[in-house]
T-cell receptor, first 116, second 112 residues
């Protein structure tokens, strides 16, 4: 079946602009995660959705970052007034939720954001 | 808080050599431990996992043992192939917290 998909694969924008990054999780996965991977570093957690609600947004760096998942499937990460420091690869992952077992997170290919 | 420290790269090996990538962790609870791999041009994939002390995760010839006493989860493979060239990430998650905490990654290049 189809894996996690992310669009666009690359996004170049200018400082101060607004961007939206989209994630399509695996069908039926109730949990969705966003991570950010800066050059030479491991992914860092941003936000976790269970269904439509953000269960944990403790990783969002500031109020310029916002994410939604209105119908419990596709999610959009929104970044306002972009800064050069926002340049990174933004990763999305999805998983089932079953408290009786480990739920593997399946990652998408990422969106590479470059802020000029 | 949780953190993962893994061996810095890059690591360059010849085919059939032995590979070890060290990983140590700090966690407030009793975490699950993982190795993820990112092959060139592909997304992150789970390589192996261990959920309790002394568990050994294994896959594709790779192994790692959950060592609670040394807070370590070192990755090993006895005979690497060119196709093992990738970036390897050690990660952990708390049992009641689904988010993953990753190390910085180790780039491994295997020469024929």
């Amino acid at each position: 079946g189809a894996g996690v998909s992310q669009t666009p694969s690359n996004k170049v924008t200018e400082k101060g602009k607004y961007v939206e990054l989209r994630c399509d999780p695996i069908s039926g996965h109730t949990a969705l995660y966003w991570y950010r991977q800066s050059l030479g570093q491991g992914p860092e957690f941003l936000i976790y959705f269970q269904g439509t609600g953000a269960a944990d947004d403790s990783g969002l760096p500031n109020d310029r970052f916002f994410a939604v998942r209105p119908e419990g499937s596709v999610s959009t990460l929104k970044i306002q007034r972009t800064e050069r420091g926002d340049s990174a690869v933004y990763l999305c992952a999805s998983s089932l939720i079953d408290s009786s077992r480990y739920n593997e997170q399946f990652f998408g290919p990422g969106t590479r954001l470059t802020v000029l | 808080g949780n953190s993962v420290t893994q061996m810095e790269g890059p690591v360059t090996l010849s085919e059939e050599a032995f590979l070890t990538i060290n990983c140590t962790y700090t966690a407030t609870g009793y975490p699950s431990l993982f190795w993820y791999v990112q092959y060139p041009g592909e997304g992150l994939q789970l390589l192996l996992k261990a959920t309790k002390a002394d568990d050994k995760g294994s896959n594709k010839g790779f192994e790692a043992t959950y060592r609670k006493e040394t807070t370590s989860f070192h990755l090993e493979k006895g005979s690497v192939q060119v196709s093992d060239s990738a970036v390897y990430f050690c990660a952990l998650s708390d049992p009641n917290d689904y988010k993953l905490s990753f190390g910085a990654g180790t780039t491994v290049t295997v020469r024929a």
